[in-house]
């Protein structure tokens, strides 16, 4: 056990912990979707919930008034529900979050169900941040720039938020990610179809950059064609004795009359019968946010709807978990954040909104020239994703251009961009996530061992000859691909996720 898991462990925070707890708690637990049990959130009125929800929906003082998005719990008549399933844990929603839910209830000796609408797992997303995994504390003795003090990342976070941030859940994962990854890395390298990447670099330092990067990106790297992150982790869920169960919509929660959640209803999409699902230990609700859900975004997050470009890469969320958490007398962060990237872009004779299809282009997040409508500059191009979009909302037509020729390539090498959008190998030597584009022929030849032009690398390149967005490509079947464009393109975001 590591130095690390060891303080967790005597916090009680180790997954163990986090399932008891949940087992123990009044009110579904959350995993994801913006959700907390403790600040002044949402509470809705006439709420069926005991305990402190129930009081505060009492209390004129904390009372507020459920919003049209909200509605009310679906009635489902016992007659429709023709079928029972007796478990310890549920965990709703097989996605980033709830795949990981159910290996961890299943380590853990529970007997847990996994349900998702979808026919099989999808997008469980394979970039994942973490502090004092073991592969990046392997590479401080090359590179000691890349260690990270979890306190100053924590503050950093904070700073970023502008303080709307619960401080424990960002030093719950400052403290404990590390010890998520080798966790992960053990299950996903098991068969030896992937092996877990870690993506070092700190791009531009020395002041020349507005915002510190942080080397904390991981990445499984497939090994074999037909390897899968998202489905190898349910492989090894099901190899547990969890069951998935696929093409099941999540209705509602199901509650005693002190408030505690004991179950699910839920309906099978094939032949739309009712389960009722009693969980002894637990309902963990992952079902993601809610991007999707027009009303929802339209009543907290207006300005995302104006911004928005739809391209179909983010899933379809629509808050289900979070309205059932609510209806239970959970209550909701005050402020919504939004994934967003500005991935994403429209034809020039479009302009930005909720309305408007586009496509995915990953070389959106690159630090080019960006004008307005108007001609005008109108940020610095240099920042987190989010930030220039923002910039974009006080803009006409929430839209801008981005200007770039053909020499792109080698401006993308010298803007030294960090994270998921990074074209070119990173400062470690492991490759990038690669381009929505074809790889340009500079990338290709980067792609040649030894031939490396990220800055200063220390290893040649790579480990693999294929570039992973590629490897993924193929494997999925997918036929579209967008021309290498050179010039000028209108580009602002891809969906909130
Ligand atoms: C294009 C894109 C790329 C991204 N890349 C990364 C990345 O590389 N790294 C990273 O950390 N983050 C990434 N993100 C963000 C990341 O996808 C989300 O933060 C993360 O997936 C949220 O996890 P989740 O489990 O809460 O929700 P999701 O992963 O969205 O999973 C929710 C699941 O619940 C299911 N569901 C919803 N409603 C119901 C219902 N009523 N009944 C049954 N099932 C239901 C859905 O089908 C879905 O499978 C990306 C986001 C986008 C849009």
């Known amino acids: 056990m590591s130095s690390d898991t060891n303080t967790a462990a005597r916090r009680g925070l180790t997954r163990r912990g986090f399932i008891k707890a949940g087992a123990a708690a009044a009110v579904a637990g959350v995993a994801a979707g913006g959700l907390t049990g403790c600040g002044q959130g949402q509470v809705v009125s006439g709420s069926t919930a005991a305990g402190a929800g129930a009081a505060a929906a009492a209390n004129p003082a904390t009372r507020r008034i459920a919003p049209s998005w909200l509605g009310t719990p679906p009635e489902v008549d016992e007659s429709a529900i023709t079928e029972t399933v007796d478990v310890d844990v549920v965990v709703v929603g097989l996605g980033t979050a709830g795949v990981p839910a159910v290996i961890a209830a299943a380590e853990n000796g529970a007997r847990v169900l996994g349900i998702d609408s979808q026919a099989a797992i999808s997008n469980v997303r394979e970039d994942i941040g973490a502090i004092n995994f073991s592969l990046q504390r392997a590479s401080f003795a090359e590179f000691p720039e890349f260690e990270i003090d979890p306190m100053e990342a924590l503050e950093d976070i904070v700073r970023y938020a502008n303080g709307f941030v619960n401080y424990d859940l960002v030093k719950l994962w400052a403290d404990e990610s590390g ?28 002041g020349q950059a507005r915002d510190r990067a942080w080397a904390t990106g991981h990445s499984p790297e497939a090994l074999t064609e037909d390897a899968d992150f998202g489905a190898d982790l349910g492989a090894y869920a099901e190899e547990l004795g969890a069951t998935l169960r696929f093409n099941t919509t999540f209705v ?9 959640v004991t179950g699910i209803i839920c309906r099978d999409d094939l032949d739309q019968h009712y389960l009722r699902v009693n969980a002894s230990g637990g309902v963990i609700l992952a079902t993601g946010g809610y991007g999707n859900n027009t009303e929802m975004m339209e009543a907290r997050q207006a300005w995302n709807q104006r911004l928005r470009i739809n391209t179909g890469n983010g899933g379809n969320p629509t808050g289900d978990g979070i309205k059932a958490a609510l209806w239970c007398g959970a209550t909701m962060d005050a402020l919504g954040a939004a994934v967003t990237f500005n991935r994403a872009a429209c034809k020039p004779d479009e302009t930005a909104g909720a ?3 586009g496509r995915w282009f990953w070389l959106g997040e690159q630090p080019f020239l960006k004008v307005n409508l108007l001609g005008k500059r109108l940020c610095n191009e240099s920042g987190p994703y989010d930030y220039m979009l923002h910039s974009a909302f006080l803009q006409p037509s929430h839209t801008y251009v981005d200007i770039f020729d053909s020499n792109y390539p080698e401006q993308v090498r010298q803007t030294n961009e960090v994270g998921c959008c990074r074209l070119y190998p990173f400062d470690n030597g492991l490759p990038p996530t690669c381009p929505s584009t074809p790889c340009p022929p500079c990338f290709r030849a980067s792609r040649r061992p030894g031939t490396c032009s990220a800055p200063t690398p220390s290893r040649s390149w790579p480990r693999s000859s294929t570039c992973r967005w590629r490897q993924r490509r193929r494997r999925s079947g997918a036929t579209t691909s967008l021309r290498a464009a050179a010039g000028t393109t209108t580009t602002t975001r891809s969906p909130t996720g």
């Open 355 to 357: 309305d408007v299809n």
């Open 252 to 260: 509602k929660c199901e509650q005693r009359d002190d408030g505690r």
């Open 179 to 206: 010890a998520m990854i080798d966790w992960i890395t053990q299950i996903c390298e098991r068969n030896g179809d992937f092996r877990m990447n870690f993506e070092g670099s700190l791009g531009t330092q020395n």
